[in-house]
């Protein structure tokens, strides 16, 4: 994929990228984006590939399980009671 000059080699079949970002971060990054718009013909396939392509760690689900329990608030050190 070309774009701002860069040339980068994007593989989605194992969801890699010559700029590393989409195999660090786990998310499609401007060149993953690219192919999956050449992939998909800006089509309504695009859209769900995104997602698709991306990590599970990042839908809404797995956030909401992230985060379903309390996080207990640290109390001023002022405020602890130990030896």
Known sequence: MFGNGVTAKVN???RSCSCWKFDLVKMPCEYTMAALR?????????GNSIYEYSSPIYNAASYLLAYSKAI????????????
């Open 72 to 83: 207990n608030v640290v109390p001023p050190e002022a405020e602890w009671n130990g030896p």
């Open 38 to 46: 050449a992939k998909y013909d800006d089509g309504v396939g695009y």
């Open 12 to 14: 989605l079949l194992e």
